[in-house]
């Protein structure tokens, strides 16, 4: 697991794009993979993605776009469906096939099953190139709650109430945000050649200690990226701060290598 510090999450979304790029750059007419995650940690990096479209011409046209996860019981159409999500911060501004952002299907009427295809899917479309993660403050990734198994596949999951309440800001109301969802699981999730996790603010601190330094353990899901051959973590300074034993706190690095890759 490589960690690499920025001094702001503006920062850290560049370090993520730069691995995007790099992504992109490695394909040589092949599709590339791309695993998206949701939420806020990426915002700054899907920006920073779009912006490149428009004013570098980077071209998404190789890649399809897979997400880790959507919520269960939401209208159709709901803006805080996943699908809507990544339609609105990225993939509506980038030359990507529309065709080709795929999402587990929260509305079917058959969870388990719509779990099901999309783990075949997955498996059909060979390993996701990069993954980006956010991490929950309780050490989630995708909606992997703590306790999730470690051989865990795409399934309908039930959220902690520590994350409903993390995510009632993108809702209004803790009773509007859904008790389910279908997600990825760990091995989903890990079983992409390269992982990048971005973290920001204070709030992550304390998840970002526990998967970094602690031991690996499904009671905290994002340490199973211990064992990852390929994870860098983004943080920023805030995120970073509650480290000991792998970076001291405070510490920036130097800037990213060529196609983002830190080795
Ligand atoms: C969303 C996802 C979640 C989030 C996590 C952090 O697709 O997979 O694991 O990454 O809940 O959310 P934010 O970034 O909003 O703090």
Known sequence: MDVVVRPDPAACGRAVADAVAGALAAAAGRP?????????????????????RRDEGLSFRAARAFLLDEYLGLPAGHPESY????????????????????APDGARAHPAAAAADYERLLAAAGPIDVQVLGIGTNGHIGFNEPGSPRDSGT?????TERTRLDNARFFGRLDDVPRHV?????????AARRVVLVATGPGKRAAVAAAVDGPVTTAVPASVLQEHPHC??????????????TVPAGVVSGPSRAGGDYR
């Not at 949701?38 to 920006?47: D, H, I, L």
């Not at 279908?182 to 890990?190: P, V």
């Open 32 to 52: 590339v993979n791309l695993g998206l995650a949701t939420g806020s940690s990426p915002v700054p990096a899907y920006a920073e993605l779009v912006r490149r």
């Open 232 to 245: 860098t973590l983004v943080l920023d300074r805030d995120a970073a701060a509650g480290l000991t034993r």
């Open 155 to 159: 399934r309908v999951a039930t959220l």
């Open 182 to 190: 279908l997600t990825q699981g760990l091995r989903t999730i890990t």
């Open 83 to 102: 699908r809507r999500v990544i339609r609105r911060e990225l993939t509506d501004h980038l030359d990507i096939d529309p065709g080709e952002v795929h």
